[in-house]
């Protein structure tokens, strides 16, 4: 099957979360640090309003798959290709970045020349994404990488589960949030691909009906009205504001009040 046809407003859309990325890390430690600072308000705002960031990398990183891989066939030459792409290009980099953010801020902090001492720290972090502050993010996506072909092969089966992939999505991420609470007591939470289920699915959900989705909005802007057309974009953003301004603010009291 011919690829598919490059979509040129990822860039954009990659190009407002990386925005979002640089907001938050600069934002990071003044939202600690200047807690009893008059603009510490505005430093929330920014950080929280700016992690949409993240969570876009995470649904792209799973639309880009399924746009590209389902509408096609995935054999075993396929999937030996997609794993040495990704070995090459995502887990080595990994693998030399880590050792070096690892070794700068051990040295920075003041650590001793101690090798068995520095492994001995060493591997937890790099087995959980923690060997510095943002390599989290490429841990969580080698996981996704990982668990594609399957849930590839799970969505081209069985299409009602494609067709409800949101919803999955969504409900086995609250399980895992709401089981991790009452059990399992999971450490690094956000290093888990499980935490990011929604934004996956989501993800998987719109390249598969990339088409349909893009046939519906463009044929439903023919036949709408004009007023209704404002009314539904109006109603959109103010769901999407409000939703960002409740979980600012509920940030804001768990800093700064411990509520």
């Given at each position: 099957m011919d690829k598919r046809a490059k979509l040129t407003e990822i860039d954009l859309v990659r190009g407002f979360a990386m925005m979002g990325v640089l907001m938050v890390h600069a934002t990071s430690f003044a939202?600690?640090?200047?807690?009893?600072?008059?603009?510490?308000?505005?430093?929330?705002?920014?950080?929280?309003?700016?992690?949409?960031?993240?969570?876009?990398?995470?649904?792209?990183?799973?639309?880009?798959?399924?746009?590209?891989?389902?509408?096609?066939?995935?054999?075993?030459?396929?999937?030996?290709?997609?794993?040495?792409?990704?070995?090459?290009?995502?887990?080595?980099?990994?693998?030399?970045?880590?050792?070096?953010?690892?070794?700068?801020?051990?040295?920075?902090?003041?650590?001793?020349?101690?090798?068995?001492?520095?492994?001995e720290s060493f591997w937890p972090k790099l087995l959980t994404g923690k060997s510095y502050t943002h390599l989290y993010f490429i841990f969580i996506n080698i996981q996704f990488y990982v668990l594609f072909p399957l849930v590839l092969m799970l969505l081209k089966r069985f299409r009602g589960f494609a067709a409800s992939s949101v919803l999955v999505g969504i409900v086995l991420q609250w399980l895992f949030y709401l089981g991790n609470d009452a059990w399992w007591d999971v450490t690094n939470r956000n290093s888990w691909s499980l935490s990011f289920l929604s934004y996956y699915f989501l993800g998987a959900w719109i390249g598969i009906y990339y088409d349909r989705v893009k046939d519906w909005l463009t044929s439903a802007q023919g036949t709408a009205t004009p007023t209704l057309r404002k009314l539904g974009w109006v109603a959109l953003w103010a769901v999407w504001l409000g939703a960002a301004l409740v979980h600012i603010g509920l940030r804001y009291n768990q800093r700064l009040l411990g509520m």
């Open positions: 939202t600690v640090q200047m807690r009893g600072d008059d603009f510490f308000g505005l430093y929330n705002f920014l950080n929280i309003f700016s992690k949409v960031g993240t969570t876009t990398f995470i649904f792209l990183s799973s639309f880009v798959l399924f746009y590209n891989y389902y509408h096609r066939p995935f054999k075993g030459s396929d999937l030996a290709r997609f794993f040495k792409n990704r070995l090459m290009y995502i887990l080595v980099p990994y693998l030399l970045f880590s050792i070096l953010f690892f070794t700068v801020a051990w040295y920075h902090r003041g650590g001793e020349s101690n090798l068995a001492a520095m492994l």
